[in-house]
């Protein structure tokens, strides 16, 4: 049975789209169960209209809620130890819950897990992993905002750590894996990235099928199963993308609503339409993980529904039922083990 | 008159694409003439196809093409003062055109320009200026992959460059600049853009307005007239967005052919998805600008057609007719008679 811990406060609507989306979730894995976190005067009335999710949910008050645009510093300070976003983190370290979901501000997430669940041993600092929608299905990118900048080494620690949680969540046993680069001869590529492509060569890693570099026209491709980049790029690349995708989304509208013939015509597509809609919705890969921590945490945009909350959980649960914190644990020893025999050979 | 030169053997498709291009572009711009550099035996039948080019144009044989996949060094070295590409853009040093265009390999066209021309004073690296689609009609975006990485100060005179751009080509008097960072508090984003918009903000530029940040999401929203980053992010976002682009139109594609109803819809909805096509084409905003030179020349996408090299050279076009170079030389001569006068006020 997987346990989920909830900060109900997150996000911008909190308790009223993270109570409804629990309750979908739970329509799709009837063997979860919540435990909840948030106000009381504000989250009982709601919940009071779940009684299937009441039922399977312990709910704890806290009167401290994040803001979503307190500082993380800001919001350590006032929320550490006591606010429903610390609280639903510290239900993962105290093995109450096996996975964490909050919609409330990434930098006061990222800093509270960080804080409270630690990074792995071996890992210098956690990535934020998202899930990219492409034409062959899915693929993680990561880091998409964690920490700004990365070197080669910790490039090498997130292509273990995504190709751990491909393994998770697309079920293949040695996933591709790239790093994002630029195609331009001149540059040639961030040295950074030249050397973490070198390293992950050299390391033969088991565990991923390293495929070389990639461009940015490959994220869309679904040419590999995780593409690496460090957290500044990998931000701008995915709001480059949602952005494009909103972009076209407001061109199809306008010309389907110039001419009566369009009109008709859209009419009659609708049902294509509707799957496109659904194709390019959003809220379906709503849910990034953060790598790299003793115990998983999800971020839900904190603008979602109900339903891509229920989408972050989905997530949540899939991580959780596969043991991805495990996966990652494992990888990352068998690497290092082999690591320290090749640097020592003869040590052997 | 606006003088343009032409490296007819560049791009995948060379004098095959570039002449009919040049054609196309000559009835649009009846004024112009052209000085081609080609290898004579490959493009002197396709030109005779053209009397009206063929007549505004002068054609000088260059034995030596640069390949497509020649690194720039390579390309430097055998294609230096002989290759069509040199050629074209020696032509602009000599004054005997306005701008170049050219069709061919980025890396190897960066390093001929910059060894050909030079950067301007006061200006350390040029950097390769896009032309973005966005909602409320287009936006400059630079660099997108002259160099990677970029200080501060480099940042400032992208910003400076890119509003002189702006102001040639939108004819907007103070052109709207924004610098390219993430959202996510915690990072707060990459330091050499925190002090180069503490920079810009001191400066007091008279040329341009400066927004502020902008996110990944605001370069198809169009925020701002100008976005500014270095050239591996600048890169990995075009292609990123090229990659959406093509990803959504291919669900367009498969949505719409899947059913009877749905085709009937699109058939009826026919001129409007035409609409969006053009909307959405990437011909239409092919022509990148290296900026920072001692000369225009413009980058066409290697892979384009006749439409696309001819819309590579309508911006070349107005870069010149609108002079460029000059406005920007003016922009930094002003910025840093600023900015020294600024740096010691009692010496005034």
């Given amino acids: 049975m997987i346990r989920i811990s909830l900060d109900l406060m997150g996000g911008d609507f909190g308790p009223e789209v993270v109570i409804p989306g629990a309750a979908k979730a739970l329509e799709r894995h009837p063997g979860v169960s919540f435990v909840m976190f948030g106000q009381q005067e504000k989250c009982a009335p ?19 809620a994040v803001a979503m645009d307190e500082k993380p510093s800001q919001a350590l300070r006032r929320g550490r130890y006591k606010s429903s976003m610390w609280k639903a983190i510290e239900a993962v370290k105290a093995k109450e819950a096996d996975v964490a979901v909050s919609a409330g501000n990434t930098g006061a997430l990222m800093a509270m897990s960080l804080f409270c669940l630690r990074t792995m041993a071996n890992i210098e ?37 995504g190709g751990a949680m491909a393994r998770a969540l697309f079920e293949i046993e040695r996933p591709m894996v790239g790093l994002l680069n630029v195609g331009v001869e001149e540059v040639k590529g961030q040295e950074e990235v030249k050397e973490a492509g070198r390293l992950i060569r ?32 990998g931000n701008v690349a995915l709001k480059t993308a949602e952005g494009t995708a909103r972009q076209i989304a407001q061109y199809l509208r306008s010309a389907m609503s110039r001419t009566l013939l369009a009109r008709l015509g859209y009419l009659l597509a609708k049902e294509a339409f509707d799957r496109l809609r659904e194709k390019m919705d959003p809220r379906k890969v709503n849910g990034a993980v953060f790598l790299g921590l003793n115990g998983i945490v999800i971020k839900s945009h904190g603008g979602t529904d109900a339903e891509g909350f229920a989408a972050a959980i989905d997530v949540g649960y899939d991580m959780a039922r596969n043991g991805l914190t495990q996966k990652i644990e494992n990888d990352l020893k068998e690497y290092h ?6 640097a020592g050979p003869e040590a052997a």
Same sequence: chains 1, 2.
């Fill in 46 to 64: 709601i919940l009071a209209r779940y009684p299937t999710l009441r039922e399977r949910s312990v709910f704890h008050h806290c009167e401290i």
């Fill in 125 to 161: 600092r956690p990535a934020l992993a998202g899930i990219w929608p492409t034409l062959k299905g899915e693929s993680i990118v990561l880091d998409v905002g964690a920490t700004i900048g990365a070197d080669a080494q910790q490039l090498l620690d997130f292509a273990v750590m």
């Fill in 202 to 233: 050299e390391a033969g890693l088991d565990t991923i099928n390293y495929y070389g570099f990639v461009e940015g026209d490959d994220l869309g491709r679904g040419t590999v199963d995780v593409v690496v980049t460090e957290g500044f790029t």
């Fill in 337 to 342: 083990a082999r690591h320290s025999s090749s």
